[in-house]
């Protein structure tokens, strides 16, 4: 592809708006610089195009006849960027990209978009998988949901929408032995191999270790596991709700809380309606998250 061959854009913008509004001063104020300033960029745009673009006394100025067809160019190129710009602003006013954590992508918040869309025709929200830590200067997201403490970062705002709770999870053939359940595998996942010790922790229950364990790559992957018996798994409560209602899964240990939650991030100076418009709906939808049950047994 060719190399363009354009004046300075600054010139070629101080121009436009003189040619526009007439005045060199009200060029300036528009611009936000001196009316020197607008003065020497049409100075130097005449240099680069070799012919004068505007004549009379310094106090009059008008254009001359290249000058007219130079700002009737402009004005359609600009019009016509101001028309792209104004879509795109339009589109972005309207849609949120939101990162998320896969599993409660799947099993919490995309079963529930209907009611955000039904309350909220007018915007959509666009979900992609993501589990690190949140850089809205490096990913093309704008706004993301992390399972965490605390949100690291600055320009962050980080607004926590559901509690955690965490327990043991199986299919219900293993439930009912107790003294099997020590013996089964241990489900783990790879990005959190920590999740059992973390549970015994916060549960204050002692664990022994495993015979067999076996790694998955990704949560939903490792639910699937233990709904088909391969095993015992960690999982956070709201993933597995669903399940433990419908009979795939159960839980005879119950669920303690976890001091992480799940937290809305976006950028702190984000003024976009459908930002607030999302945080807003998060925080309603998880007043009516049902709570579980809570530990009713210590694993043998």
Not at 52 to 74: D, F, Y
Not at 75 to 100: I, P, W
Not at 142 to 154: F, M, Q
């Amino acid at each position: 592809m060719s190399k363009r061959t354009l004046p300075p854009l600054t010139a070629l913008r101080a121009f436009e708006a003189f040619a526009r509004l007439g005045r060199m001063s009200v060029a300036a104020d528009e611009l936000c610089v001196t009316h020197g300033a607008i003065s020497r960029q049409v100075r130097s745009l005449e240099r680069e195009c070799g012919v004068r673009l505007t004549q009379g006394p310094r106090n009059s100025l008008r254009l001359t006849e290249a000058g007219v067809r130079l700002a009737a160019s402009l004005g359609e190129a600009f019009d016509g960027m101001e028309r792209a710009f104004l879509s795109l602003k339009s589109t972005a006013d309207r849609e949120l990209h939101v990162s998320c954590v896969g599993t409660l992508a799947m099993r919490w918040l995309i079963p529930r978009l209907s009611g955000f869309h039904a309350l909220h025709p007018g915007l959509s929200i666009r979900v992609t998988e993501a589990y690190g830590p949140v850089d809205f200067g490096r990913d093309q997201f704008d706004a993301a949901i992390r399972l965490a403490e605390t949100i690291p970062g600055e320009g962050l705002e980080a607004t926590p929408f559901l509690d955690n709770f965490h327990g043991p999870v199986m299919a219900p053939g293993l439930a009912g032995d107790l003294a099997h359940i020590s013996r089964a595998p241990r489900l783990h996942t790879r990005p959190h191999r920590q999740a059992w010790a973390e549970w015994a922790r916060h549960a204050d229950v002692q664990i022994g270790e495993a015979a067999e364990h076996r790694e998955y790559e990704h949560l939903f992957y490792m639910l699937e596991a233990a709904v088909a018996g391969l095993g015992v798994g960690v999982s956070p409560w709201i993933y597995v709700a669903g399940d433990i209602a419908s009979g795939r899964l159960a839980a005879p240990f119950g669920f303690v809380r976890s001091p992480a939650r799940f937290h809305f991030v976006a950028p702190q100076t984000s003024p976009r309606p459908v930002v607030s418009a999302f945080r807003d709906w998060l925080i309603e939808e998880a007043r009516t998250a049902p709570l579980p049950p809570s530990l009713v047994a210590e694993p043998a």
